[in-house]
């Protein structure tokens, strides 16, 4: 018997791995939830059928939404994770000594619940004393802090469903005022590719850019992500993403990385021409 798992990447474009089994579905407060083995990309993660993320590639994802501006912020203590109940970013975040604080808010605890259980790779780091779980709706959550964090990692779903709510003006606007006066947001962006991808893409970027007075896009290759091209928004009140950073400070931390260096960062802010073209039609 053959089992397959098929996201709909575009209306004409599916992509499929091959399943083992499957380990857990449930339906939630909020979405279906899924963990499966796949033959190819060993264990995976999908959200109302979304990958949210595969065993064999969220390495590059994680590494990517979190050393970026792990190591483009020169002092980065308190953390607020928005979604990311699998426990990936956190586990990045988890490796610097310094972090004193992550704050981790997942309107799913459900997720969390599942990943614990099914998924150590990347939800083995969430009992690490330095985290605090909030299970809420971040779009609420934010609009109570003011300077409290220097960093802001927004790791969530596509902008439709659960996720919908933290592509908005109103939460771009909040989480700049949750951030202390020299703080970083980050967040996922989707793809450029599809046009469908590329048009939230836009808007994000779009919102964003009226946010904050600095907002960059870098990318990294996902390859189970639709089109395998993904996004990544730095959005700063002070820090440039790339000149002035001390990138010797990140280097002599010894963290050892797979996807991530300092080469690849400041490269990964240049981007296709036609991606610059997108992003310029909405600056
Ligand atoms: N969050 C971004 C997932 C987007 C994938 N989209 C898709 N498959 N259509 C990933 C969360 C990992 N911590």
Wanted: aromatic share 14%; glycine share 6%; proline share 4%.
């Amino acid at each position: 018997m053959e089992l397959w798992f098929t996201e709909q990447h575009t209306k004409n474009v599916r992509f499929s791995m091959k399943v083992d089994r499957q380990l857990y579905s449930a339906q939630s407060e909020f979405q279906r939830i899924d963990i499966f083995d796949s033959l190819e990309f060993g264990r995976v993660l999908t959200l109302d059928g979304y990958v949210m993320l595969t065993e064999k590639d969220e390495f590059i994802y994680h590494e990517m939404i979190v050393h970026v501006p792990m190591c483009a912020h020169p002092d980065a203590r308190k953390i607020l994770v928005i979604g990311g109940g699998d426990g990936g970013t956190v586990r990045e975040l988890v490796r610097y000594a310094a972090v004193e604080r992550i704050d981790l808010v997942e309107i799913d605890e459900q997720v969390v619940a599942a990943c614990k259980e099914y998924l150590p790779q990347t939800a083995g780091k969430l009992n690490d004393p330095r985290v605090h779980a909030f299970y809420e709706d971040g779009l609420k959550f934010i609009r109570h802090q003011e300077n409290e964090y220097d960093l802001i990692l927004v790791d969530s779903t596509d902008p439709f469903g659960p996720g919908e709510g933290l592509f908005t003006r109103e939460f771009y606007g909040n989480c700049f005022r949750a951030l202390k006066a020299d703080g970083i947001m980050v967040n996922q962006h989707e793809s450029p590719f599809y046009k469908e991808d590329a048009y939230a893409m836009q808007r994000a970027h779009k919102r964003i850019v009226e946010s904050f007075p600095l907002a960059r896009v870098y990318q990294a290759h996902i390859p189970t992500y639709p089109s395998g091209h993904w996004l990544f928004g730095f959005a700063s009140k002070q820090y440039h993403p790339v000149h002035n950073v001390d990138f010797s400070r990140w280097e002599k931390l010894g963290l050892r990385t797979q996807y991530y260096n300092t080469k690849l960062h400041a490269a990964a802010f240049a981007l296709p021409t036609y991606v610059e073209e997108m992003l310029r039609d909405v600056e």
